[in-house]
Each structure stands twice: as C-alpha cells, then as structure tokens.
C-alpha cells in the first residue's frame, strides 16, 4: 500500500465521517425543515465542530 493509497482511504473515511456529522447536527437544527435561530444559538459549539470538520476533510482531499 502506498502514501497515496493511504491517503485516498483517509479523504474517504473523512468524508463519511463528515456527511453522518452533517446529517446529525442537521436534525438538531431544522424545524419542520427550517434552520431554527434559536436551536443554532444553542448549537453553536457543534456547528463550529462541523465547520472544522469540513475544513479538515477538504484538506485530505487536497493530499489524496
């Protein structure tokens, strides 16, 4: 296996860890499919997480 394979696999398994993240903190934030203000207020701490995790996914795609 090579660096390049290692990391291809990395970018991968970010991504997925990135969409389930996504998915979840989206069920704790929509009402009736709406963003609700107050639920993001509450949330705030996650949605930054999120933000970080994306940052950090596009970066191992980049490598890959």
Do not use: F, I
Not at 6 to 32: G, I, M, N, Y
Request: hydrophobic fraction near 50%.
């Amino acid at each position: 296996m090579t660096l390049d394979d290692l990391a291809r696999q990395a970018e991968s398994a970010s991504q997925r860890l990135l969409d389930r993240a996504t998915a979840l903190l989206r069920d704790r934030l929509l009402v009736k499919g709406r963003l609700n203000a107050a639920k993001m207020e509450a949330e705030q701490h996650a949605a930054h997480g999120l933000a970080w995790l994306a940052t950090y996914v596009e970066a191992m795609r980049e490598a890959a």
